[in-house]
């Protein structure tokens, strides 16, 4: 499509992500391209596509491997413009079209800010990028404490940045995320969701969450888990995410509310670890409820997702937890695993196990129905009847 693009007069570059991957001898999650073609250009071009976005208008070329995203250059947008109050600088519209030099410093870390270029097979590179590659560093382009202010979700993308390709943070853009850190509090809770739950399937949800931690994000996205973690620091709460990136690498594709009971569970674990005194004494059933509620509750509040989905995750963590207690008869488990949860809560009671909770014990005999389940569930080959042969009716004399 970069060929299209050049043959139709327009200048187009590969960018972002795929560029610094492949410099790093990484195989790219996806393909971007920027491009002077203004969206509906691009959309003319491209039979295959669509116009999105409101914020950022973008398109999505669509190929039978999966969607190359094409944005036209910017620039930084007027700050004037941008000011619903004194002194508030988020972007609210980023329509602001511009040049390729213009463009690459509008983005939001030097290492994401590099193009290449197919004519001559050159790396333009205007932010110093390819040298914070060399040294594996991740810094933001121009003021951190701008950068961050005009999008928080930034801070969240350089932490995951750092824990994802095993770079550090440049001095300067680790103590703008630590000042500004409260910002991101402004950000749209849907856009937060999406990335954490970007996050937790990205095999690299553990650094990424201790990144988080050391620079005082965690307090602000995740109040409860980072309670936990700043308070118990002896107990191994944050070994959940590496637990989970386990799973990812051995191919492990969980549900949306499997991850994000994932979430909950350090929080959950501790408070009835608290109020169960250690294991000496067991809540009721209706206590242990009420209690995961909250915790669910006060999750949905912060991400705005609904009362269903706020259901499930209490379904979930109940179940992984009644999971864990021993005394099942194999008829019980048989009909336990029939609930619409069951998948979920097996993953939670992995976890739980993985970080040296309870149900280690358990957890064996329920991962040998689950698989007992999955061969019941496959498809079995139809048959082939042999072909019946036609009888020759005999010719009449």
């Not at 690459?104 to 197919?118: E, P, Q, S």
């Not at 440049?170 to 500004?180: A, D, M, S």
């Not at 109020?275 to 949905?300: I, M, N, S, Y």
């Not at 379904?315 to 021993?326: H, V």
């Amino acid at each position: 499509m970069l060929y299209r693009l050049n043959r139709s007069s327009q200048l187009a570059y590969l960018v972002g992500g795929a560029v610094r991957d492949l410099m790093l001898e990484r195989r790219p999650k996806d393909y971007d391209v920027a491009t002077d073609a203004r969206p509906a250009q691009v959309r003319r071009l491209f039979r295959n596509s669509r116009i999105i976005g409101r914020r950022f208008r973008l398109v999505h070329v669509y190929f039978r491997d999966g969607i190359v995203e094409v944005s036209t250059f910017r620039r930084g947008p007027d700050p004037e413009s941008q000011r619903s109050s004194p002194g508030e600088l988020l972007i609210t519209d980023d329509n602001v079209f511009g040049t390729p030099r213009e463009d690459a410093f509008r983005r939001d870390f030097t290492v994401n800010a590099l193009f290449y270029n197919i004519d001559d097979y050159s790396v333009i590179d205007y932010v110093g990028g390819i040298a914070d590659l060399e040294d594996r560093r991740i810094r933001a382009i121009g003021d951190p404490h701008v950068r961050f202010q005009e999008d928080p979700v930034r801070m969240m993308r350089a932490c995951e940045y750092a824990g994802r390709l095993d770079f550090t943070i440049e001095r300067q853009t680790q103590e703008g995320v630590y000042e500004q850190r409260r910002e991101i509090e402004k950000a749209s809770p849907a856009r937060l969701l999406e990335e954490l739950t970007q996050l937790l399937r990205s095999r690299h949800a553990a650094p990424t969450m201790q990144w988080m931690l050391e620079l005082g994000l965690l307090e602000h996205v995740l109040p409860d888990l980072h309670g936990v973690v700043a308070s118990a620091a002896s107990l191994p709460y944050l070994g959940v995410f590496g637990q989970l990136d386990r799973i990812a690498e051995d191919g492990g594709k969980p549900a949306d509310s499997a991850l994000l009971a994932t979430i909950l569970l350090p929080s959950v674990s501790h408070e009835l670890h608290e109020q169960e005194e250690g294991g000496a004494r067991r809540l009721k059933a209706g206590a242990r409820r009420q209690l995961v509620d909250e915790q669910a509750l006060r999750f949905a509040e912060r991400f705005r997702i609904s009362k269903v989905r706020a259901d499930r995750l209490t379904d979930t963590l109940l179940a992984a937890e009644r999971m864990a207690q021993p005394g099942w008869k194999m008829e019980e488990r048989i009909r336990f695993s029939q609930r619409s949860v069951f998948e979920d809560a097996l993953l939670v009671l992995e976890l739980m196990a993985g970080i040296g909770g309870k149900g280690g014990e358990e957890l064996a005999a329920w991962r040998r129905l689950a698989k007992a389940k999955k061969r019941k569930k496959a498809p079995r080959r139809p048959r082939r009847r042999p072909r019946r042969r036609r009888r020759r009716r005999a010719k009449k004399a």
